[in-house]
T-cell receptor
Framework: DTGVSQDPRHKITKRGQNVTFRCDPI?????LYWYRQTLGQGPEFLTY????????KSRLLSDRFSAERPKGSFSTLEIQRTEQGDSAMYLC?????????????FGPGTRLTVL | GEDVEQSLFLSVREGDSSVINCTYT??????LYWYKQEPGAGLQLLTY?????DMKQDQRLTVLLNKKDKHLSLRIADTQTGDSAIYFC????????????FGQGTTLQVKP
């Protein structure tokens, strides 16, 4: 296993379009997190899954955002009717709840630019 | 509320030690983490410390935790140009979600 992967790495879209990002976590990791990072800031929590259940969503996650993890493995994050303010790096991380440090391992991110 | 703060910039000479500081607010945090981010890349986990520890050493990295003052530091010994990056400290947010609350990051510049 080579770590967390994300696809695509870059996405440029026009305002109003829908976009979908994919995250493949480290295999057997039961928790999967989505974060958003804007320029000059630290990542901000968006939502997380334990297995296939979405257990928490941040207030940052407007109703235009939806995330799924249908089989408890990969996850998708969809943004509908994109706005320029959605431009950011979207980071995915995974962890194994049973490990003592609950370390989260991050993917390379998907950079979204909304024109 | 939960908040993590860091100084924004640190410049050191190659071979010197670097100390990056962080303060946090949630006294119930069980784990605190240090991540490194190079330009255009994701976050690389460097180390973490459990809240009942004062210090943790891992090769060139030393983490110090002052729980009373809610202060965390990362010392990098013999800093190299390859250590130039943004360093984030993070605490585990409240609840049992494991979500991380990050500081805004400290840019470390290492001059040759």
């Amino acid at each position: 296993d080579t770590g967390v992967s994300q696809d695509p790495r870059h996405k440029i879209t026009k305002r109003g379009q829908n976009v979908t990002f994919r995250c493949d976590p480290i295999s057997e990791h039961n928790r999967l997190y989505w974060y958003r990072q804007t320029l000059g800031q630290g990542p901000e929590f968006l939502t997380y899954f334990q297995n296939e259940a979405q257990l928490e969503k941040s207030r940052l996650l407007s109703d235009r955002f939806s995330a799924e993890r249908p089989k408890g493995s990969f996850s998708t994050l969809e943004i509908q009717r994109t706005e320029q303010g959605d431009s950011a790096m979207y980071l995915c991380a995974s962890s194994l709840i049973e490990t003592s440090g609950h370390e989260q391992f991050f993917g390379p991110g998907t950079r979204l630019t909304v024109l | 509320g939960e908040d993590v703060e860091q100084s924004l910039f640190l410049s050191v000479r190659e071979g010197d030690s670097s100390v990056i500081n962080c303060t946090y607010t949630d006294s119930s945090s069980t784990y605190l983490y240090w991540y490194k981010q190079e330009p255009g890349a994701g976050l690389q986990l460097l180390t973490y410390i459990f809240s009942n520890m004062d210090m943790k050493q891992d090769q060139r990295l030393t983490v110090l935790l002052n729980k009373k003052d809610k202060h965390l530091s990362l010392r990098i010994a013999d800093t190299q140009t390859g250590d130039s990056a943004i360093y984030f400290c993070a605490e585990v947010g409240s609840g049992n979600t494991g979500k991380l609350i990050f500081g805004q990051g400290t840019t470390l510049q290492v001059k040759p």
